[in-house]
């Protein structure tokens, strides 16, 4: 099921986005196993989202996920620029809290905690210099569409 609300173009305000995705499986398709809410606000300034993601029924003797993620950021000459993301993660016992923070510089600065114990590999901060999140890239191909009308 996918629910989308809101949507407008124009010197108006933007109106806010609703969607709502509900993953179902199984025999007959009655099992649910995840809820995914995202809602983007947007002024000719700036935006804010705000997505969810949240196991049920059997998925959740599985995983056991609830993350949230929140990105802010602002909007100039049409370009998308994020300022801050956030994102908490309850997995399976496990509490996992990352921030993003981009300076606008095109410096991005990143914290979680704990801090990660397996084998990763270290981004330099050369590397994040630049980068967006993914919720202002969606958002980004999301306005791409609704100017162009195609994915090209």
């Known amino acids: 099921m996918l629910v989308i609300q809101g949507a407008s173009v124009g010197a108006e305000e933007p109106e806010r986005i609703f969607l709502r995705f509900e993953v179902l499986g199984g025999p007959a398709a009655g099992l649910h196993f995840l809820t995914l809410t995202a809602t983007v606000d947007q002024?000719?300034?700036?935006?804010?989202?705000?997505?969810?993601?949240?196991?049920?029924?059997?998925?959740?003797?599985?995983?056991?996920l609830h993350s949230r993620l929140d990105v802010r950021g602002r909007i100039s000459?049409?370009?998308?620029?994020?300022?801050?993301?956030?994102?908490?993660?309850?997995?399976?016992?496990?509490?996992?809290?990352?921030?993003?923070?981009?300076?606008?510089?095109?410096?991005v600065t990143a914290e979680t905690r704990p801090p990660v114990s397996w084998p990763a590999v270290p981004v330099t901060a050369a590397q994040m210099r630049g980068t967006?999140?993914?919720?202002?890239?969606?958002?980004?191909?999301?306005?791409h569409l609704a100017r162009s009308g195609s994915c090209a």
Do not use: C, N, W
Not at 132 to 143: E, G, P, S
């Open 132 to 143: 967006i999140d993914q919720l202002t890239v969606y958002l980004a191909l999301a306005r």
């Open 77 to 107: 000459d049409g370009a998308l620029l994020p300022e801050a993301m956030h994102v908490e993660t309850h997995r399976r016992g496990l509490d996992l809290y990352t921030r993003l923070d981009y300076g606008v510089d095109g410096t």
């Open 43 to 64: 002024s000719h300034q700036g935006y804010a989202i705000a997505a969810e993601a949240k196991t049920r029924g059997l998925a959740d003797l599985f995983l056991a």
